[in-house]
């Protein structure tokens, strides 16, 4: 969980407000009432996650089974919604930002950025996250077996690097400083203004290259830390 996440929520929590986690897993947030995950079961032994491990039930909260894209609540149930490093593991973020915005009022939303993927890939994540606006998502999506690298993907707009060393260092270097740098985050108050599309990276890869500044850091992946 990024740091300085319940304070960053609580503002647009209303006391005793029903509150749902989606993909809470081993960590779930700490205000939640409500936690949707398809991979916690009741079994002989108790609630167990992903992989046999044992999992610890908040006291008071409900576990839901199931998928993001298909929330089990009528619209406006929630006063909050809250998604952390769940949307790029989703079969269709795009139809779970939907859902996010049928079922709740107000939520949170953090996800790592596309840069984040480029530097650190992982197999498990189908999607590359953009911030195309204050609260709308680009989700590009991956290519079985397409090159993972940063100059890989984005060939001919680097191209003023002598090679890509400079700025693997800057990365980690910032990374050390600050786990958010690489994360996009962002609370939403009102349904009508979260919004979210796929996108291509032809589609937003000819726009980087003007909104580079100061070195990796720059636009691509604003955040509210």
């Known amino acids: 969980m990024r740091p300085n996440v319940v304070r960053l929520c609580l503002p647009y929590i209303p006391h005793n ?118 609260t709308e998502l680009g989700f590009s999506r991956r290519v079985p077996g397409e090159p993972l690298t940063l100059l890989e993907n984005f060939v001919g707009f680097l191209t003023w690097a002598d090679d890509d060393s400079l700025i693997r260092k800057d990365y980690w270097e910032r990374e050390a400083r600050s786990s958010n740098e690489f994360y996009i985050q962002f609370v939403w108050s009102r349904p009508e203004d979260l919004k979210a599309r796929e996108v291509s990276m032809e589609e937003v890869v000819p726009d980087l290259e003007g909104r580079w500044s100061g070195g990796i850091g720059g636009h691509l992946w604003p955040n509210t830390r």
């Open 17 to 134: 407000g029903k509150v749902l986690d989606i993909g809470g897993g081993p960590d779930p947030f700490k205000l939640a009432t409500h936690i949707l995950d398809p991979y916690i079961e009741e079994t002989a032994e108790g609630l167990m996650q992903r992989g046999g491990v044992p999992f610890k039930r908040p006291q008071g909260v409900e576990i839901i089974q199931g998928f993001g894209e298909s929330i089990p609540f009528p619209d406006g149930f929630f006063d909050f919604v809250f998604c952390s490093e769940t949307l790029n593991h989703c079969k269709d973020p795009v139809k779970v930002v939907e859902e996010m915005r049928r079922v709740a009022r107000a939520g949170y939303i953090d996800v790592p950025a596309a840069i984040h993927e480029l530097f650190e890939p992982h197999d498990a994540h189908p999607w590359r996250c953009f911030l195309l606006g204050p």
